[in-house]
């Protein structure tokens, strides 16, 4: 049963934006604190932004002032506003709970940075 469902992905240029979005359950969401995490080539997947359940979030540092993790509860959504974005963010991008639960993992959405 899917849980979890990435979109938003793209090839933007150096410097350019996008919004990743997550939609989940209304359970999942008001339950769990949620996570965005990616993966590059040739990389371990990594957690990247999450927010609580009461809104407090947090950043890994190499995408604080860059990200930015919200949730739409009324939408049953999760969102990861990525501006200024740099070749070194181009990876998979999934959500999950934080911590993940290896059943949510979705297929993610794919984010390329390249001039």
């Known amino acids: 049963q899917v849980q979890l469902v990435e979109s938003g992905g793209g090839l933007v240029q150096p410097g350019g934006s996008l919004r990743l979005s997550c939609s989940a359950s209304?359970?999942?969401?008001?339950?769990?604190?949620m996570g965005w995490y990616r993966q590059a080539p040739g990389k371990q997947r990594e957690l990247v932004a999450t927010?609580?359940?009461?809104?407090?979030?947090n950043y890994v540092d190499s995408v604080k002032g860059r990200f930015t993790i919200s949730r739409d509860s009324a939408k049953n959504t999760v969102y990861l506003q990525i501006d200024s974005l740099k070749p070194e963010d181009t990876a998979v991008y999934y959500c999950?709970?934080?911590?993940?639960?290896?059943?949510?993992w979705g297929q993610g959405t794919q984010v390329t940075v390249s001039s």
């Open positions: 999950n709970i934080s911590p993940p639960y290896r059943n949510y």
């Open positions: 209304r359970t999942i969401l008001s339950t769990y604190a």
């Open positions: 927010i609580t359940t009461t809104g407090r979030t």
